[in-house]
Structure formats: C-alpha cells, structure tokens
C-alpha cells in the first residue's frame, strides 16, 4: 500500500544524545516535511525539502537537523541542541505543486529519559 | 509572524446537528486552506481544502472561504460521535514556492454528544 512510514512510534533520548527519527514514502512526492506538535498546540514546522538534496529550515528549525539523499526518504536528527525535544512529531510529504495538501505519518512521539 | 487562529473550544453539539468550526488568518496572502481531523494521540488526517472564495461541499463536510475576511469554516452536517475529534485549520502563505510549509492553528476540540 502506497503511504508514509515513520519509525519508530516511540522513542526514548537520554541528555545529550542525538537521535534520528525515520521518514519513508512510497507515494512519488517530490515535497516532504517535518512538524512538531506539542500538547494542546498546533503544529508547527521544523523543516521541508522540495526535491532530493534541497532542504530549507521551518519556523522552529534550531536544534534539528535533515538530509535529503534519496526522494523517498526524510529523515529529521533531533540534537543534543535541542533543550525542549519532548513532542509529537509528524512527517508529512505531497507533490510539491502550489494548493497540493499534505498528508501525514502516524508519528513518532519522542521522550527524554 | 503568519497567525491562524481557532477557538479551541470544547464545542459541543448534540447528535444529528450542525458543527461549525472557525478559523481566522493574518496573512492576507494565503492562497489555500485546509482541514484536518486529529483523533487523541493520533495524526492528523485530511478532511477538506479549498482555494477559492464560496462553499465547497464533500459529502458531510461543507468549507466555506471569505477572503476578504480572511475567514474560513467547516460545517459538518448530521454530526455523528465519531466526529468528536480535534478539528486543525492550516493555511499555505500566497508567497514562496509550491512546496512551502503550512501554518497551523491550534485547533477546536468538537464533542458530539450522542
């Protein structure tokens, strides 16, 4: 079935440890994306890539970092930057065309131990 | 700074009747609009977009855009429990590219009381 992987569905860091958060689509989408969503908030963008090898920073991009080396995958490295890394986080991806909606992963619900 | 603002309830409505949800923008450019439903502990799914100024109906779900006063509304006829869910607003800026981010509000939290 065509869709958008996350892995894992939970995930575990201890202080200052990096960790990385899997995005994987099989849809032919040219655009993909992280947020993050806290409780009881909106989501909020952390980086998007247009095409393979090109990403630009979101609006709460500081202590994240991305890579872009295959067009199926998107994976996002929370850092050890990252004082705040307790959230939801969402990958989503679309055709990158202008008014293409974006559809979402099941999420990866990050906690620090 | 692109705001898009919600009420974040909870709204209740009984079983059957209409919900209407609002959403409120900043930026005077935006081009399209979207909603998503978010069940607790769950991602958000698509429910309807719309670009154009009026009425856009699918099924239940109808999504009414002003631009002029940067205003947009989902009604959601017939309303069921299993519509009880957090309801998201998301905007696209007009400028950018195609590929460009959206701008989320923090969403209403519609109960449908049975």
């Known amino acids: 079935d065509g869709g958008i992987t996350q892995s894992p569905k939970y995930l575990f860091r201890k202080e200052g440890q990096n960790v990385t958060l899997s995005c994987e689509q099989n849809?032919?989408?040219?655009?993909m994306y992280w947020y993050r969503q806290d409780p009881g908030q909106g989501l909020r963008l952390i980086y998007y890539s247009q095409i393979v090898n090109d990403f630009q920073k979101g609006d709460i991009a500081e202590g994240y970092s991305v890579s872009r080396e295959k067009k199926e995958s998107f994976p996002l490295t929370v850092t050890s930057a990252q004082k705040n890394p307790t959230a939801f986080y969402l990958c989503a991806s679309n055709l990158g065309q202008a008014n293409q909606p974006q559809h979402f992963g099941d999420g990866t619900r990050l906690s620090i131990l | 700074q692109k705001e898009v603002e919600q009420n974040s309830g909870p709204l209740s409505v009984p079983e059957g009747a209409i919900a209407s949800l609002n959403c409120t923008y900043s930026?005077?450019?935006?081009?399209?609009f979207f909603w998503y439903r978010q069940y607790s502990g769950k991602s958000p799914e698509l429910i309807m977009f719309i670009y154009s100024n009026g009425d856009k109906e699918d099924g239940r779900f109808t999504a009414q855009l002003n631009k002029a006063s940067q205003y947009v509304s989902l009604l959601i006829r017939d309303s069921q429990p299993s519509d009880s869910a957090t309801y998201l607003c998301a905007v696209k800026a007009g400028s950018g590219g195609g590929a460009d981010g959206l701008t989320f509000g923090k969403g209403t939290h519609l109960i449908i009381q049975p």
């Open positions: 849809l032919n989408h040219d655009a």
């Open positions: 930026d005077r450019g935006s081009q399209s």
